[in-house]
């Protein structure tokens, strides 16, 4: 099957929380607004071995008749953020593969490090497959009254990095209290979306006279299906992630480098008028530079340059497929025969016209492994005595650019 037609921008929300937050309970409420007609998946990750989270909600999902749509996958045994991002990427690509849904959520232990799966969820062969959304974290009033909870890094840590908090179990605290809630929260998380959990009335209730913090006693476990806060928490699964934009930024301004343009050609040619517009330019107006990273034993990098850079179409493909033990190369970029799409693998090699582009992108993906590096010592002038942690200089990347701006037609010879 191609995997082009199963992955392709599937909204995914991550519903984070400490431990004993009320996640599960979150999560049923957000399964509660699936339109009939959708197929939806959730993964669970849970730190033991056994899985008891997802047999509770499959039997909850099968008692109100939902389980249809719904395809859940558990992940046990430890944290999906830690160590190592294979679990993580096995489960996302089988639940993907195999239900084809129109919606992924994903629920990671109490005891993750939100930060890392958020890093890990912003990589570059994510955003592609993956649409995230509002990362929606819930946060227990009760927990949050104990100081224990309130200092504690992991607690923490789960609303520093938070586009919404929905906090529950607040109905037994204070109005005192509760505004120290918000100006805590303020602290660690100012831009914040803030939704309090209700059940019946059109806002938060107004909590019983008692001292300053002390809990009063009210359950909040049902919601109704037409009740204001389902609505707006609901909302939240199409509303873009504030968070994993910054974390993508940052991922790109961490890695890129900025590249010296040709000598030849003038500092001042324009754009091209022609260009398709509709293509964001993902923050990075910097033209022209290039990223590099290594992940799961593959070594990525891209390029995006301006449009008004012709390349020699010709000797561009022949460098291309001389780079080192090369997986997938892809691109789009304006060359001497007209603005031509590039889609290369070992089994094929696909080259088609196509309109013009406000930029000319290039990605590509090297195999990273020790076993190969005897076959681009030619290339890369790698000697064979390098150890395993020396597999960083598989490329001198450096060169790549100068090899690649070298590709550049001179003005004078453009058409």
Same mark, same amino acid.
């Given at each position: 099957?191609?995997?082009?037609?199963?992955?392709?921008?599937?909204?995914?929300?991550?519903?984070?929380?400490?431990?004993?937050?009320?996640?599960?309970?979150?999560?049923?409420?957000?399964?509660?607004?699936?339109?009939?007609?959708?197929?939806?998946?959730?993964?669970?990750?849970?730190?033991?071995?056994?899985?008891?989270?997802?047999?509770?909600? @499959?039997?909850?999902?099968?008692?109100?008749?939902?389980?249809?749509?719904?395809?859940?996958?558990?992940?046990?045994?430890?944290? $999906?953020?830690?160590?190592?991002?294979?679990?993580?990427?096995?489960?996302?690509?089988?639940?993907?593969?195999?239900?084809?849904?129109?919606?992924?959520?994903?629920?990671?232990?109490? &005891?993750?490090?939100?930060?890392? &799966?958020?890093?890990?969820?912003?990589?570059?062969?994510?955003?592609?497959?993956?649409?995230?959304?509002?990362?929606?974290?819930?946060?227990?009033?009760?927990?949050?009254?104990?100081?224990?909870?309130?200092?504690?890094?992991?607690?923490?840590?789960?609303?520093?990095?938070?586009?919404?908090?929905?906090?529950?179990?607040?109905? +037994?605290?204070?109005?005192?209290?509760?505004?120290?809630?918000?100006? =805590?929260?303020?602290?660690?998380?100012?831009?914040?979306?803030?939704?309090?959990?209700?059940?019946?009335?059109?806002?938060?209730?107004?909590?019983?006279?008692?001292?300053?913090?002390?809990?009063?006693?009210?359950?909040? #476990?049902?919601?109704?299906?037409?009740?204001?806060? !389902?609505?707006?928490?609901?909302?939240?699964?199409?509303?873009?992630?504030?968070? $994993?934009?910054?974390?993508?930024?940052?991922?790109?301004? @961490?890695?890129?480098?900025?590249?010296?343009?040709?000598?030849?050609?003038?500092?001042?040619?324009?754009?091209?008028?022609?260009?398709?517009?509709?293509?964001?330019?993902?923050?990075?107006?910097?033209?022209?530079?290039?990223?590099?990273?290594?992940?799961?034993?593959? !070594?990525?990098?891209?390029?995006?340059?301006?449009?008004?850079?012709?390349?020699?179409?010709?000797?561009?493909? +022949?460098?291309?497929? +001389?780079?080192?033990? =090369?997986?997938?190369?892809?691109?789009?970029?304006?060359?001497?025969?007209? =603005?031509?799409? !590039?889609?290369?693998?070992?089994?094929?090699?696909?080259?088609?016209?196509?309109?013009?582009?406000?930029?000319?992108? !290039?990605?590509?993906?090297?195999?990273? #492994?020790? #076993?190969?590096?005897?076959?681009?010592?030619?290339?890369?002038?790698?000697?064979?005595?390098?150890?395993?942690?020396?597999? +960083?200089?598989?490329?001198? =990347?450096?060169?790549?650019?100068?090899?690649?701006?070298?590709?550049?037609?001179?003005?004078?010879?453009?058409?």
């Amino acid at each position: 099957m191609n995997a082009s037609a199963i992955i392709q921008n599937i909204p995914c929300t991550l519903v984070t929380g400490f431990l004993g937050s009320g996640k599960t309970t979150v999560i049923n409420q957000l399964l509660a607004t699936k339109p009939a007609e959708q197929r939806w998946a959730l993964l669970i990750n849970e730190f033991g071995r056994i899985g008891v989270d997802g047999a509770l909600l @499959k039997n909850t999902l099968d008692a109100k008749g939902q389980s249809g749509g719904i395809a859940i996958r558990e992940v046990s045994g430890g944290c $999906i953020c830690c160590t190592s991002q294979l679990p993580l990427q096995i489960a996302i690509t089988r639940l993907l593969s195999d239900h084809h849904p129109q919606r992924l959520i994903i629920e990671p232990t109490g &005891l993750a490090h939100p930060r890392e &799966l958020i890093r890990q969820l912003s990589a570059p062969h994510w955003q592609t497959a993956l649409s995230m959304q509002a990362v929606i974290t819930v946060l227990s009033g009760l927990q949050w009254q104990q100081e224990k909870y309130r200092t504690h890094h992991g607690f923490q840590a789960h609303v520093r990095d938070a586009d919404v908090l929905v906090i529950n179990r607040y109905e +037994q605290l204070s109005s005192a209290c509760r505004q120290d809630l918000q100006a =805590w929260i303020a602290t660690l998380n100012e831009p914040a979306k803030i939704i309090w959990a209700t059940a019946d009335s059109e806002t938060a209730p107004e909590p019983q006279t008692t001292p300053h913090c002390q809990a009063v006693t009210n359950n909040l #476990d049902v919601i109704k299906p037409s009740n204001p806060y !389902l609505t707006e928490l609901a909302a939240q699964l199409i509303k873009p992630s504030r968070t $994993i934009s910054q974390q993508r930024i940052a991922n790109i301004e @961490k890695s890129r480098v900025s590249l010296t343009p040709p000598t030849h050609l003038p500092s001042n040619m324009p754009t091209n008028a022609n260009a398709d517009t509709s293509i964001e330019a993902d923050g990075q107006n910097e033209l022209p530079y290039r990223y590099h990273e290594e992940q799961q034993g593959m !070594l990525l990098a891209g390029w995006r340059l301006p449009p008004h850079w012709t390349f020699a179409a010709d000797e561009l493909q +022949q460098w291309l497929l +001389q780079l080192p033990n =090369w997986q997938r190369i892809k691109g789009i970029v304006n060359t001497s025969d007209g =603005w031509l799409q !590039l889609n290369f693998t070992p089994d094929s090699l696909t080259i088609t016209t196509t309109s013009a582009q406000i930029d000319s992108r !290039l990605e590509i993906i090297l195999l990273a #492994d020790s #076993d190969i590096k005897s076959s681009a010592t030619t290339r890369v002038g790698n000697n064979s005595s390098e150890t395993k942690s020396e597999q +960083q200089s598989l490329i001198e =990347w450096e060169r790549c650019d100068r090899e690649l701006m070298a590709l550049v037609v001179p003005s004078n010879s453009q058409p």
